[in-house]
């Protein structure tokens, strides 16, 4: 794993990381974004919205 990645939560699939942000945002409120990572290719988390493309 890339190391920028290495220290980030990964998900194998889009469903998985989706499924994680809801029980987030029930269980603490945060609003967290899903996105496939270019360099790992899994999928991550993010609070930034800045940048990202909306899926």
């Known amino acids: 794993m890339y190391s920028e ?3 980030k939560i990964s998900f194998d699939t889009e469903k998985q990381a989706k499924n994680a ?3 987030a945002k029930h269980q603490h409120g945060s609003r967290l974004k899903v996105y ?3 360099k ?3 999928w991550h988390l993010s609070t930034d919205y800045g ?3 909306d899926n």
Do not use: E, F, I
């Open 36 to 38: 496939k990572c270019t």
């Open 51 to 53: 940048d990202q493309d």
């Open 5 to 7: 990645c290495s220290k």
């Open 21 to 23: 942000a809801t029980v």
């Open 40 to 42: 790992c290719q899994l």
